[in-house]
């Protein structure tokens, strides 16, 4: 669910909230990643890890925090 705020109070973005998304293949999760670090921040770079071929964690240029995993094969 997603919902607009209409009150008073801003609620910004953190990277305790962010959105997981499962790549299939190299190449979309180096074009997913290089998509949204556009005007965004590198939080984790694009790497191995221990539990996945491919790991790395990004902020869009809207504030939205972005894991993107690739799973070993």
């Known amino acids: 669910m ?3 705020n209409s009150t008073q109070y801003e ?3 953190t990277p305790a909230l962010s959105l997981f998304v499962t ?3 190299e190449e979309e999760i180096h074009r997913i ?3 949204l670090s556009q005007g ?8 191995a890890s ?3 071929e491919k790991f790395g964690w990004v ?3 809207y504030g939205v925090s972005w ?3 690739l799973d070993k094969s």
């Open 11 to 13: 609620h910004p973005f």
């Open 33 to 35: 990643f290089e998509q």
């Open 67 to 69: 894991q993107l995993n």
């Open 2 to 4: 997603a919902i607009d």
């Open 59 to 61: 902020e869009d240029k």
């Open 50 to 52: 221990p539990v996945s």
């Open 40 to 47: 965004g921040k590198i939080l984790m770079p694009l790497d």
């Open 23 to 25: 790549c299939d293949s």
